[in-house]
């Protein structure tokens, strides 16, 4: 497999909104990874959309997280990078009702992701002139479309693997639809190695407590499915969804109380004031950059939406809003490499 990624990071941003209206529903709907709404042992590419289970959010490239990734951002401080995907019920065998949703559970317990949060960033890819204000990965620097922890130890495997996974299960690249909106060639080879094939995608049942967690009290998630919805998560919705996923257990339904209140006051310890999306609560600093960035993208987001001088909206301001926080910088593309 060798993928072209110099002015592109498509994968990691949500770059619907650059589509008409047509082609950006069919985007949202194929999703970039395979997700749980195709993790049934009989799932297949050419799956109608009334078999599927659609998530709740609509980031068109959630990237989800194993637990052990989830307990090592905890541990860096970094729970504001993290938020929860949670699906509509494909029909009431499967179902727990929250909000007056359907949401798809397993044992009657609501099954969700956690993964990274996208806040909007001014990104101009694809050879394209202007930026634009696009849900970018939290982890994304605009300036050169380098990812910042790429290579770091916590980089997630599901971006390392990312389009393997996807060749694997026929599943359409992002790397082929940005080819097909934008031109250019990004897949330049398709075919995997035995290395690339690796353990393959973790689905289905095997997912469970890895990547696919249980929450044991849906209950407790009440308002939770109707913010998720509306984009307005609240940081307490992302803390106990992040602390059951670090309580989860491979291949069981068992949460560890232990390892549930241990996260549940890290991951609200980590989770500066809320912003943008966000709605008000207030909590220690964090001593990550990352939190402050997701707050301070959002309030430049809000400003630029009802300014319209251009220097707002400049993928430069990434040096004051993540680097002068404490984010890694990245090293940007040699000449050449962009064409
Ligand atoms: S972690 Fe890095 S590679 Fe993965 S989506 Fe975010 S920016 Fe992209």
């Known amino acids: 497999m060798e993928v072209h990624c110099a002015g592109c990071a498509g994968c990691c941003m949500d770059w619907t909104a650059l589509l008409d209206d047509y082609e950006a529903d069919r985007t949202r709907q194929r999703g970039r990874f395979a997700d749980a709404s195709d993790s049934d ?5 050419d799956n109608t959309e009334n078999e599927r289970r659609p998530p709740f959010d609509d980031d068109a490239n959630f990237v989800p997280l194993t637990r052990d990734e989830v307990r090592t951002f905890l541990d860096r401080g970094m729970a504001a990078a993290m938020t929860p995907r949670f699906w509509r019920a494909r029909d ?3 179902a727990v009702e929250i909000d007056g949703q359907q949401v798809a559970a397993i044992a009657d317990r609501p099954v969700f992701f956690v993964g990274l949060r996208k806040p909007p960033k001014p990104v101009a890819p694809f050879g394209r002139a202007e930026p634009n ?3 970018t990965c939290v982890f994304l620097d605009p300036t050169t479309l380098q990812c910042r922890i790429h290579g770091d130890e916590h980089f997630p495997s599901e971006c390392g ?11 359409e690249t992002e790397c082929e639809r940005v080819e097909a909106a934008f031109g250019g060639d990004r897949l330049l080879d398709d075919r995997l190695s035995d290395d690339e094939l690796g353990d393959g995608p973790l689905l289905g049942s095997q997912a469970i407590g890895e990547k696919l967690f ?15 919805e509306t984009g307005h998560l609240r940081p307490e919705d992302r803390a106990e969804c992040i602390a059951v996923a670090s309580a989860s257990s491979p291949g069981t339904l068992a949460i560890s109380e232990h390892h549930y209140e241990t996260g549940k006051t890290q991951a609200m310890e980590a989770m500066p004031s809320a912003g943008g999306g ?6 220690p600093d964090s001593a990550s950059w990352v939190g402050p960035a997701i707050d301070e993208w959002h309030e430049r987001y809000d400003t630029a ?3 319209d001088d251009d220097s707002v909206s400049s993928p430069d301001l990434a040096v004051t809003v993540e680097e002068d926080h404490g984010a890694p910088e990245t090293p940007g593309w040699e000449e050449g490499e962009l064409e």
């Open 305 to 307: 939406a009802c300014d």
């Open 214 to 228: 249980c929450h044991p009290q849906p209950d407790d998630l009440t308002g939770v499915v109707d913010r998720l």
């Open 278 to 283: 966000d709605s008000g609560n207030s909590a």
């Open 41 to 45: 042992s009989d799932s297949t590419s």
């Open 133 to 135: 204000w696009l849900p």
């Open 92 to 94: 009431e065998h499967e």
């Open 161 to 171: 693997a990312y389009p393997a996974h996807n060749l694997e299960l026929g599943h």
